[in-house]
């Protein structure tokens, strides 16, 4: 049987070197260029928080590739977050001075922490809870008598100025490490009672070291709702001081100031005491009760500080 004329007829194939892939290829090029671009994906970029920096980059090869239109070694979403700490304030970026091995979509997401509120985000102990707010703790009226402990371990503070203020009826406050209380690492009932003052949890403590608590050994420093202070190596105990001039039941304002290293106290407007010196690396603000109680913290700005907090 003879091939029929429509059999022998041939049709072109479209190949990579065709007219037409070669125009979609400029189309495809011409949208790239357009919108991953350093100045567009910096101002998508103002739009996401840093969890969701995290998933474009990962996401997208385009926008997180290492090498993916190269801007000083960074991805496209690593310079965009670059301008976005950029544009934070004098007294933001000198609390958030970068580390060595820090990316920058981690630098931002603790610069969207520190404008925020403060929260206690680490609750420790049977006797504690959030009130109506995670800036507010309480006592649980029916485990009362036993020690509890809350932790800003969310709002890492490493460098410059930072103010709080607290308000509680009982209990102390203050500054520690940024440590992390492991309930698997503990046997049944252990944590029930917890506070980071107790001598049987200072081995645990101090074993979370890491280098960007750098050289000082001030640990921890606490201040009570009656004016007693003390601080802590977790090696061994040290004298207590009294405060003179302490308002038993007025807000409490703390000054930390990691520029020089120091932390101290305020009241109604007025600088009653440097506590302590020689505080270096990284701390966050606690509070510790063990009655019926209930404590609140907040951002401020000490006396005579443009911005603290």
Same mark, same amino acid.
């Given at each position: ?24 290829r400029q189309?495809?090029a ?9 100045d ?13 920096l ?32 950029e ?13 060595l ?12 922490l ?31 008598g ?16 930072h103010?709080a203020v607290f308000?509680? %009826? ?5 500054? +520690?490490r940024?440590? =992390?209380?492991?309930r !698997?690492?503990?046997?049944?009932g252990? /944590? #029930? ?13 101090i ?22 202070y ?5 090696? %061994?105990d040290?004298p207590?001081?009294? +405060?003179?001039?302490? =308002?038993?039941n007025? !807000? ?5 100031? /990691? #520029? ?27 509070a ?5 109680a209930?404590?609140s ?13």
């Amino acid at each position: 049987m003879k091939p029929t004329r429509l059999e022998h007829q041939t049709h072109p194939i479209a190949t990579a070197t065709s007219p037409r892939n070669a125009a979609k290829r400029q189309r495809v090029a011409t949208v790239e260029s357009a919108l991953f671009n350093p100045d567009v994906v910096f101002l998508l970029a103002g739009l996401l928080d840093a969890r969701d920096l995290c998933k474009v980059s990962l996401t997208c090869k385009t926008l997180g590739g290492k090498w993916a239109n190269d801007v000083d070694g960074l991805s496209l979403v690593e310079e965009a977050t670059r301008r976005l700490f950029e544009c934070a304030s004098d007294w933001e970026r000198s609390c958030l001075r970068k580390y060595l091995d820090e990316g920058w979509i981690e630098l931002y997401h603790h610069l969207m922490l520190m404008r925020s509120n403060l929260t206690f985000d680490q609750l420790v102990g049977d006797n504690i809870q959030h009130g109506e707010g995670r800036s507010i703790i309480r006592t649980v009226p029916e485990a009362q008598g036993s020690v509890s402990s809350a932790f800003c371990s969310n709002h890492i503070m490493r460098s410059g100025k930072h103010f709080a203020v607290f308000t509680g %009826s009982s209990g102390v406050f203050g500054v +520690i490490r940024p440590v =992390q209380m492991n309930r !698997p690492d503990f046997g049944e009932g252990e /944590l #029930d009672s917890f506070s980071p003052a107790l001598d049987r949890f200072w081995e645990y403590l101090i074993g979370q070291r890491i280098a960007r608590w750098t050289d000082s050994n001030v640990h921890c420093c606490s201040l009570s709702t009656d004016g007693i202070y003390c601080w802590d190596d977790w090696a %061994s105990d040290h004298p207590t001081m009294s +405060i003179d001039g302490f =308002q038993r039941n007025a !807000p409490i304002g703390l000054l930390l100031d /990691l #520029d020089e290293g120091t932390l101290s106290i305020y009241q109604n407007g007025q600088r009653l005491a440097t506590l302590k010196d020689g505080l270096s690396g990284e701390y966050c603000w606690f509070a510790t009760f063990w009655e019926n109680a209930c404590f609140s913290i907040k951002r401020g700005s000490a006396p005579g500080e443009r911005e603290a907090g």
